[in-house]
């Protein structure tokens, strides 16, 4: 099946830009989704189809995805940013369709 | 407003099933795919499978075939998922998700979290 992978962690400090990296084979070619997940909360949809924002989203989550490698990245770092992301496609050809990457846990320094 | 609504904790004996419900409002239930995903505590997310409530057609990941079944009940817009022959690494919390046309997940359920011990 397919496989998406994450950094474990990413750190940045308040204000900076944050980039959060999603690896798959010819993972340009897929739709990419992600999603924040703060403790004991449920994910929240922060970007998807690669760079579309659902209504909400602030601005300063973007997406973009070529090649092998699809990036979230956020702009002006806040405290409230800190959470786990994951990265999500549908794989159409597999019998295990669904696919998240790893995570990677945000800390706001 | 839009929302999944799921039943709550359950605690299970090894072999046993549970069988968690999903209440769908604010929308057309049988209008989009309703996805379940798993995690364990510490850990990420896990796809399980999704179900078309219009149709009842289902796809389940391989590693659980034969031990999960999604269904639905479309007079009160529910969704259901139960999973059988329970042993300790199916300890998580379990959620439903609305799935978009591109297979987003937009809505998300609270979590019901299901531990399993003797």
């Known amino acids: 099946s397919y496989v998406l992978t994450q950094p474990p962690s990413v750190s940045v400090a308040p204000g900076q830009t944050a980039r959060i990296t999603c690896g798959g084979n010819?993972?340009?070619?897929?739709?990419v989704h992600w999603y924040q997940q703060k403790p004991g909360q449920a994910p929240v949809l922060v970007v998807y189809d690669d760079s579309d924002r659902p209504s909400g989203i602030p601005e300063r989550f973007s997406g973009s995805n070529s090649g092998n490698t699809a990036t979230l990245t956020i702009s002006r770092v806040e405290a409230g940013d800190e959470a786990d992301y994951y990265c999500q496609v549908w794989d159409s050809s597999s019998d295990h369709p669904g696919v998240f990457g790893g995570g990677t846990k945000l800390t706001v320094l | 407003q839009v929302q999944l609504v799921q039943s709550g904790a359950e605690v299970k004996k090894p072999g046993a099933s549970v069988k968690v419900s999903c209440k769908a409002s604010?929308?057309?239930?049988?209008?989009?795919?309703i996805n379940w995903v798993r995690q364990a505590t510490g850990q990420g997310l896990e796809w399980m499978g999704w179900m078309n409530p219009n149709s009842g057609n289902t796809g389940y990941a391989q590693k659980f075939q034969g031990r999960v079944t999604m269904t639905r009940n479309t007079s009160i817009s529910t969704a259901y998922m139960e999973l059988s022959s329970l042993r300790s690494e199916d300890t998580a919390v379990y959620y439903c998700a609305r799935a978009l046309w591109l297979h987003a997940f937009d809505i998300w359920g609270q979590g019901t979290m299901v531990t399993v011990s003797s």
């Open positions: 604010g929308y057309t239930f049988t209008s989009y795919d």
């Open positions: 010819n993972i340009g070619s897929k739709s």
